[in-house]
């Protein structure tokens, strides 16, 4: 399968702890980017790299989230001392592109489901 | 704020028939708009997009229409198919790499 792969599928965890994401994405593809989604919204801009370098977050990013792509491959998405309103699907895209073009298609994977008990 | 809009959560049409899903916009800066659809389970899949410059885009069955002094765009499915049931997001994207996506709505195409 070369798509988008994200692991874990499915994470549930205790308030205050930290649990990381990670995303390999479709190998020729140097943008990745991070999207939140909540039941009954769409997918929510979090966070974009273009190789390795973050180029882009949002505001909905709080301190508590890190992500990386220490070598322009996989990326790692953690968040620290969860809360209840981080329940969500964080799923990953990926993209070919080169400047600040237009994104065209995203490819996403299957995303990776956040319980916060 | 919702800067993108989709007001029907739910459509149904029969088989064979035409669908309509529609989609606004308040963002003046959108220059491109894409159409994504969702099984359960899965991630989102591209499946048509249309640039600022023009009014409309044909990809097979599915078609989109811009309409640019509305806000407004839509997508039209020619034949609907019972296969194309799945959850529809329109998105926007102007001024960054970002693409803001509306709440989706969830087409059932009955047999």
């Known amino acids: 399968d070369t798509g988008v792969s994200q692991n874990p599928r499915h994470k549930i965890t205790k308030r205050g702890q930290n649990v990381t994401f990670r995303c390999d994405p479709i190998?020729?593809?140097?943008?990745l980017y991070w999207y939140r989604q909540t039941l009954g919204q769409g997918p929510e801009f979090l966070t974009y790299?273009?190789?390795?370098?973050?180029?882009?977050k949002s505001r909905l990013l709080s301190d508590r989230f890190s992500a990386e792509r220490p070598k322009g491959s996989f990326s790692t998405l953690e968040i620290q001392r969860t809360e209840q309103g981080d329940s969500a699907m964080y799923l990953c895209?990926?993209?070919?592109?080169?400047?600040?073009?237009?994104?065209?298609?995203?490819?996403f994977g299957e995303g990776s489901r956040l319980t916060v008990l | 704020d919702q800067q993108v809009k989709q007001n029907s959560p739910s459509l149904s049409v029969q088989e064979g028939r035409i669908s309509i899903l529609n989609c606004d916009y308040t963002?003046?800066?959108?220059?491109?708009f894409l159409w994504y659809k969702k099984y359960p389970a899965e991630g989102p899949t591209f499946l048509i997009s249309?640039?600022?410059?023009?009014d409309k885009n044909e990809d097979g069955r599915f078609t989109v229409f811009l309409n640019k002094s509305a806000k407004h765009l839509s997508l039209h499915i020619v034949p609907s198919q019972p296969g194309d049931s799945a959850v529809y997001f329109c998105?926007?994207?102007?001024?960054?790499?970002?693409?803001?996506f509306g709440k989706g709505t969830k087409l059932t195409v009955n047999p």
């Open positions: 895209a990926s993209s070919l592109g080169a400047g600040l073009a237009i994104t065209g298609e995203l490819f």
């Open positions: 190998s020729e593809h140097n943008r």
């Open positions: 790299f273009q190789n390795e370098a973050q180029l882009e």
């Open positions: 963002n003046s800066m959108f220059d491109y």
């Open positions: 249309i640039s600022s410059i023009k």
């Open positions: 998105a926007a994207q102007g001024g960054s790499e970002k693409l803001v």
